[in-house]
């Protein structure tokens, strides 16, 4: 594990947070902007090379990291995340859930099952052990905020593959189940509803299907794609404390799709 110290002010001044999915993308965009905004950032990915980069440019700016590579499809990665967490910054207080993976142009009857069961793996168990392991750290303390990176694909049938549609709106039903069970006890549970955002994933779909990049954004009200950071600001007032008295909600930042 690479780890950085430093310091900042900002709206996450004093906190710890986890962010998954860390290495690209939206989660490395949140990842520089929570820093920025006074967290001690601890990231998870696969990528432990890729997460080293990000850790040196925060350190940097100033600004406290650690990398923890891992992948949150194995219960005991997490886990050991969340530990390292708590070892190394004293508590968890915020957690963003980001890892996904999914697929888009494959009818579901020709869909293998190893695809289905990959969508499964990563967009649903990897939350779930996310938060079976990151809720326990801030029982502990009695607060915290975590935030989910679902998709319009949770709320509607965007095009995208039948297993991540499905996977997605497992994620919102799981997030709002969190919310009403930890409410109680001073956490706050909710997720992010994101519309088409230039990641590699959806880069890599449209290099494979060059038609989907104005289908993405053709039933938009802002015929464009986010950019990671967009998604990552919305992550950061919902992680902190202007967002107080929002709990169990799916927030939409997705160009306008699900409104129209």
Same mark, same amino acid.
């Given at each position: ?5 430093? $310091? ?10 986890? +962010? ?10 949140? !990842?520089?902007?929570?820093?920025? &905004?006074? #967290? ?16 040196? $440019?925060?350190? !940097? &700016? ?8 891992? =992948?949150?499809?194995?219960?005991? =990665?997490?886990?050991?995340? *969340? ?15 980001? #890892? ?9 009857? &020709?869909? &293998?099952?190893? *695809? ?24 502990? /303390? ?12 949770? *709320? ?12 997605? /709106?497992?994620? +919102? ?12 006890? $001073? ?21 494979? /299907?060059? /038609?989907?990049?104005?289908?993405? *954004?053709?039933?938009? +009200? ?9 998604? #990552? ?18 927030? #939409?930042?997705? $160009? ?5």
């Amino acid at each position: 594990m690479n780890e950085s110290t430093g $310091g900042a002010g900002g709206l996450l001044s004093g906190r710890v947070a986890m +962010i998954t999915g860390a290495s690209s993308g939206i989660g490395a965009a949140a !990842a520089r902007l929570f820093a920025a &905004e006074g #967290a001690a950032v601890v990231l998870m990915a696969r990528r432990e090379e890729e997460l080293g980069r990000i850790v040196e $440019g925060i350190a !940097a &700016e100033g600004g406290r990291a650690l990398a923890a590579p891992g =992948d949150v499809t194995r219960s005991e =990665d997490v886990r050991r995340v *969340v530990t390292a967490a708590v070892d190394t910054f004293g508590q968890l207080d915020v957690a963003f859930n980001n #890892a996904g993976w999914g697929t888009a142009g494959t009818d579901l009857h &020709e869909t &293998e099952d190893a *695809v289905f069961d990959q969508v499964m793996d990563v967009n649903v168990r990897g939350l779930w052990n996310c938060l079976r392991h990151q809720l326990p750290a801030m029982l502990v /303390h009695g607060s915290g905020s975590v935030v989910n990176t679902a998709s319009t694909a949770g *709320v509607v049938a965007t095009g995208a593959g039948a297993p991540y549609v499905a996977a997605k /709106h497992a994620v +919102i039903g799981m997030t709002k189940a969190a919310a009403a069970e930890y409410g109680g006890r $001073g956490i706050r549970v909710n997720s992010l509803v994101v519309g088409t955002t230039r990641t590699e994933l959806i880069e890599g779909a449209i290099a494979a /299907h060059p /038609h989907l990049e104005e289908f993405f *954004v053709a039933r938009q +009200i802002q015929k464009r794609m986010a950019d990671p950071d967009e998604v #990552a600001q919305a992550a950061l007032w919902l992680a902190g404390p202007r967002s107080s008295f929002v709990t169990g909600a799916a927030l #939409a930042v997705d $160009g306008g799709l699900t409104a129209v």
